[in-house]
């Protein structure tokens, strides 16, 4: 249970309502996910964080099921519960198969691995490595 | 300067001249880089990460490109100064520009900040969030 | 479930039971929680601790309200579930507000933001910041 | 050094001045530092986070120079050097001495020590803890 | 519940049983844990894994049982709620007692603290404590 | 360089020298590492953390190699530099080779990996590793 009361669509303030049709026009869904309604208990929070996931979230150079991929790897690396629930339903939506899940696990697991390895052993950067200006 | 002493190609013990040679077949390069002479102070750990990165970060369902992009992301997240000069310079060479690496670290850092309000708040999951098996 | 028993009170041993005292007479409550419960497996560990948060988290130059307030910020960056309920509890007994908790969770997840991008990016630190003595 | 080239002022594209100038308005300095000079190789990532830092940090419900204590308490905790050394130079200027540096840091640390027990024993959350809606 | 389904014994393909028979003999068991039934979702993973803790878990120079007790300090500090209930249970198997664990997780919590003070204050490293080759 | 000045022996008030002596007869060496010195610009945190460390790394049912191998295992996952330095000194002077060290950093990455697979997939902890009391 959350530490703050969530904010249903139909007691919420205009300036929550307004978001939240943002959220669901942008992602085309009837409804909004506890994430937001959760942040509307501070609505300049709310209205922040989603400003800030519709930018940077949205295909750019990368596309949007890229992002989603990084996400996931983060958030399994920072133990996100909600986060891995939330965006790998995202991602799926967006035609990540079990098999690309697979891989995007593997690799986050295998940098958290060598990670520590580098770290670990305080291992000396390359000279090559260092980029030139 | 590393923990453990380095070990040079040229007083190498065989088993892991062979673990080098792999390394610079398969990555087309004249020499291996400090994170390989650093493990190879133990050998079985040199040959074992070698076979790990070796099969993970291959090109699979997610391309080689992918991967390294995926693998930044989690490198940012634990703060490995290696790993980031190491792995931005290996994505570089894979076709990284800079705006691609300004999405990569965008998305990561801003699941590092969603992933702190979810957790912080503790937000329960989303029912919908959650596979039917 | 925890790894270990709990001890409750009256099954305690008399060093155990004069730090339940302790704790409940500086908190003025009728019992402990299950933290102190646990650690009470470990007698040692259970004192130790206990000494540790009584000095520590007493009003200081900083005030007894932002010393819980940094606590919710740190826990929700390590994701301790636990200690976001009781810390959470124990700063909205001490005046903290809905608005209050929101501000410190915008603080802590946007400082996780912007730390993985100057990790990320590696940027040198100014000379200006370094402190001259 | 950092991964991407920073941009100086003299060489700013008019969008990029647009924010330094704001930067340097809103803090009074003669300057603005290499965490936005870096940022500052990808626009919409130096516009973003400024409006992110600008708005989070301003004075609300908390003062400025408790939200600058938050930001160090999670970066000691995440290890951002980089942000060590410029939010401290920031909290110092708000008002910040030694022994409230070292209070900031004794609750951080004790923070961390303490949400390892509670996550390594995995002890149950009291249901006193969670709060009734 | 997993994000994934998980691989039983009866319907698996004969590489992931070839898999779950070495487990299952490595450790005397009568079945194996959700954990490698999970990995069983993408085969080559779940192989590589397995291979990669039959080795680095085994007794070498340290014993298996300062292993499992090395890898619940890991996991206690990055709050892997499934890894401290498999570890603990299989370290207890190898003679862990509840006092053994409790000075496991007080060392691993009092690293967390101090690693956060060390970095917090951004201490230099003394000249003595760096190897000399 | 720290971000407060370290306190030397020769300027040092009697709580803190009496603080230092107690580490040099403690350790038997001739001085104090840069670490204490740190500490004592806040001479309770000085006091209070000696006497953890104190505590906490002296042999007990777990010898006190063992926990210098669980500091370090820790000391890498947080990526504490200061940390890696000064203990795996200490370390080596208690009797780790450099074979033990690759072991403690074998285990400690490879757990690093699989609490992101176990966290990652979201995996339920089985029905028996639960303890029963």
């Not at 007691?11 to 939240?20: F, I, M, Q, S, T």
């Not at 991602?91 to 899940?101: H, V």
Request: with cysteine; net charge neutral; hydrophobic share 45%.
């Amino acid at each position: 249970m959350a530490l703050v009361k969530m904010v249903e669509y139909a007691e919420a303030a205009p300036e929550v309502r307004a978001v939240y049709d943002d959220i669901m026009a942008t992602r085309k869904t009837a409804g909004v996910n506890n994430f937001w309604k959760t942040l509307a208990s501070h609505p300049p929070t709310l209205s922040r964080i989603w400003n800030n996931v519709k930018q940077v979230m949205a295909a750019g150079t990368l596309d949007a099921l890229t992002k989603e991929m990084i996400y996931i790897a983060v958030s399994a690396t920072n133990n996100c519960e909600y986060c891995q629930y939330s965006h790998t339903f995202a991602a799926r939506k967006a035609g990540m198969t079990d098999t690309m899940l697979a891989e995007v696990l593997a690799v986050a697991a295998l940098a958290n691995e060598t990670n520590r390895l580098a770290n670990g052993y305080r291992i000396d950067v390359d000279a090559a490595f260092r980029p030139q200006f």
